[in-house]
């Protein structure tokens, strides 16, 4: 079972930039595929990008596309996400989360661990 524990929010503008950062502890982070989900206030949590455990294969939410970057590196057990072009809509808490599989890492009811997540507010 992973450990992961994510960083990096925080309040920006809109139109603005963040880097979150989930590091990962007590398992096969390089054999994990990670991704990142979002929940906002009264909404449900949502996938927003995902990874295959080489960073090779990326994939996205069509609202986050061309936006947000996902990436890792193994050495470091670190996984990121970098956020650009920040919307108020973007506003929520991101969960860093790691699935057995590529196949799981978008279904949030199929990931294995799940960080306390890390608060982004767009401010408009």
């Known amino acids: 079972q992973l450990q992961l524990v994510e960083s990096g929010g925080g309040l920006v503008q809109t139109g603005g930039s963040l880097r979150l950062s989930c590091v990962a502890s007590?398992?096969?982070?390089?054999?994990?595929?990670m991704g990142w989900f979002r929940q906002a206030p009264g909404k449900e949590r949502e996938f927003v990008a995902g990874t295959s455990w080489s960073g090779g294969v990326k994939f996205y939410a069509d609202s986050v596309k061309g936006r947000f970057t996902i990436s890792r590196d193994n050495a470091a057990n670190t996984l990121s996400l970098q956020m650009t072009n920040l919307k108020p809509e973007d506003t929520a808490v991101y969960y860093c989360?790691?699935?057995?599989?590529?196949?799981?890492?978008?279904?949030?009811?199929?990931?294995?661990?799940w960080g306390e997540g890390t608060l982004v507010t767009v401010s408009s």
């Open positions: 007590g398992g096969a982070f390089s054999s994990s595929a």
């Open positions: 989360a790691a699935a057995r599989s590529m196949s799981a890492i978008e279904q949030k009811d199929r990931v294995d661990d």
